[in-house]
Structures are given as structure tokens and as C-alpha cells.
């Protein structure tokens, strides 16, 4: 399995991203998709999931109204659209994917088992 995430930019307080991650490797529309981010200096933490067929989302709060996730499974892509974006949500974001099929594995990073190389996102105060 492989996770290519691309989008990251750097971007001014208020501005807006859209970040992209293409699987391959296996059947995309049976697992669930993850966000993850790391800021230096700090662990990595979860900031979407999708589930297989689109039909929940979840969200660490701080993101909550700001962010959305999406996936297209004709593309075999998961999208995170970024808006609002605040200094404090600067990080490296990294697509993630469990093992399991057809089951949300929550919200803790050693549940996700496939991860992308990471994009960076770089807010400007």
C-alpha cells in the first residue's frame, strides 16, 4: 500500500489549502482514510477521518467548522480542505490508513498502519 499527499503550501492567517492523497495498492473504498499532523517539537495528532464510503467524518475539534474531509473512490483520493487556517494549525500533514477493512480504528496514530511521506503547511501570522 501507498499514500502520495500533496498540497501543502505555505499560506497567510485566514488563507485556505486543499490537501490530496492518492492510494494504491489495494481496494481503496474499503478503509478508512486519516489526517494526521506534527508540528516540531510535538507528537503527531489526529485531524480527520472518513470512513470507507464517505458516509462519516470525524474531526479533532480545534479543526471543527474550519476543515473537511472528503475522498473520491472512482480516484482513489482523500482530500482535506483546509480553511480559516491559523498559525497554530502549521505543521507536516500526513495521510493514514489502518490494515482493517471496513472499520474506523479511532483516533490514535498506532492504529493507523500505512502512512504518506507528510506535506507541509506553513501558516503566516
Known amino acids: 500500500v501507498q499514500l502520495q499527499a500533496s498540497g501543502g503550501g505555505w499560506v497567510q492567517t485566514g488563507g485556505s489549502l486543499r490537501l490530496s492523497c492518492v492510494a494504491s495498492?489495494?481496494?481503496?473504498?474499503?478503509?478508512?482514510m486519516a489526517w494526521f499532523r506534527q508540528a516540531p517539537g510535538k507528537e503527531r495528532e489526529f485531524v480527520a477521518a472518513?470512513?470507507?464510503?464517505?458516509?462519516?467524518?470525524y474531526y479533532t475539534d480545534s479543526v471543527k467548522g474550519r476543515f473537511t474531509i472528503s475522498r473520491d473512490n472512482a480516484k482513489n483520493t482523500v482530500y482535506l480542505q483546509m480553511n480559516t487556517l491559523k498559525p497554530e494549525d502549521t505543521a507536516a500533514y500526513y495521510c493514514?490508513?489502518?490494515?482493517?477493512?471496513?472499520?474506523?480504528?479511532?483516533?490514535?496514530?498506532?492504529?493507523?498502519?500505512?502512512w504518506g511521506q507528510g506535506t507541509q503547511v506553513t501558516v503566516s501570522s
Open positions: 493514514a490508513a489502518p490494515k482493517a477493512s471496513y472499520l474506523y480504528t479511532g483516533r490514535a496514530a498506532r492504529n493507523y498502519d500505512y
Open positions: 495498492g489495494r481496494t481503496f473504498n474499503r478503509y478508512v
Open positions: 472518513i470512513r470507507w464510503d464517505g458516509a462519516s467524518t
